[in-house]
């Protein structure tokens, strides 16, 4: 569900390569986040280019994973979204939580700005 496709000392990138995120997959795709942020203790950047479609269950899971990192000290960025999903996301605010990217490797260069 998740590829990482490029580790950095203070990043990971990881390709979502599901096309749906649902109620079905939420849970798997949360405990996927879960087990990288605990394994690498790093940032995950999660190139959703893939992605054609989420639900609210997926959205609640990718919420309560960064909280997870949050309390880890560490953070989930978003990156290649569709514009439909990236409306989406600003329409109920969690732009305001997430970083968004344009591109992973967009967001690569500003995490390592951090």
Partial sequence: ?????KESPKYLIGEVTITEANLSNSDEFKAELVKLLDEHQKILILDLQELKYVDSAFLGALVSALKYAMSMKLDIVLAGLRSDIRDLIK????????????????????????
């Fill in 1 to 5: 569900m998740i590829t990482i496709v």
């Fill in 91 to 114: 329409l109920i605010r969690l732009d305001k939580v997430f970083k968004i990217y344009n591109y992973a490797e967009e967001a690569s260069f500003a995490v390592n700005k951090m």
